[in-house]
Structures are given as C-alpha cells and as structure tokens.
C-alpha cells in the first residue's frame, strides 16, 4: 500500500506560516482522498483538512477555516497544507493520511478520521506566543 512521508514542520511565532507536505511512495491514484489531521498529547487526533480529487471538493475543520488551505500536485505526488496566521493552538504533531474516498467527511462538511486507513508518522509544528 501507499507510504506517506509528511515534511516542512517546525517552530514559529504567532502569525507566522508554514507549508507541510507529504510525499508518496507511489502514484496515488487508488487513494482519491487526502487529508490532515493533527494530534496533541492526550486528545483525539483532529481533521485539520481534506481533499477528495473526484470532485474537487475540500473540507476544513472549523478552528482553520480561512487560514490553512489544502492543494494536491499529482505529477509531484505530494499533498500540501498551507499554514498562515498561525496561534499557539495549532501546535501539535500533524499526521497526513489517505483513502480511497471522503465519502463520511463530503457527509460531514468537514474531515472525518474514519474515512481514512493510511497514515504517515507525522510532523511537528510548534507555536510560540
């Protein structure tokens, strides 16, 4: 199956950006959806953001709508998360996954962790006030 490799965490201050990226191992064209869901220790791993390619659409968690966009490059095989306005509350460990499709989270209008089986190990993003 698909291997993911999540890159581009680290630490900033308040209001600053970053870009994550998460490479494949191999063309992704079985896994239509793609996310980001991100972890803090003791707490549920949270949708941050997700893609499905089938119909273009893309779902964003509350607390990240109108800072955080999410963009795919198939030739490159890599997902993206753009970062911007970055809070403290946006720390944590962020993990990209895949799947065959968003069908929960296209039902939800946001993402939904069980939509996916296939997880990278993570980058950590840290936010400093």
């Known amino acids: 199956q698909v291997q993911l490799a999540e890159s581009g965490g680290g630490s900033v201050q308040t209001g600053g950006s970053l870009r994550l990226s998460c490479t494949a191992s191999e063309n992704t064209h079985r896994s239509n959806c793609m996310g980001w869901f991100r972890q803090t220790p003791g707490k549920e791993r949270e949708g941050v953001a997700v893609?499905?390619?089938?119909?273009?659409?893309?779902y964003y968690g509350d607390s990240v709508k109108g800072r955080f966009t999410i963009s795919q490059d198939n030739a490159k095989m890599t997902l993206y998360l753009q970062m911007n306005g970055l809070k403290p509350e946006d720390t944590a460990m962020y993990y990209c996954?895949?799947?065959?499709?968003?069908?929960?989270?296209?039902?939800?209008?946001?993402?939904?962790?069980?939509?996916?089986?296939?997880w990278g190990q993570g980058t950590q993003v840290t936010v400093s006030s």
């Open positions: 996954a895949a799947a065959a499709g968003c069908f929960r989270s296209a039902r939800a209008g946001r993402p939904d962790r069980s939509d996916f089986a296939v």
């Open positions: 893609f499905w390619r089938a119909n273009g659409g893309t």
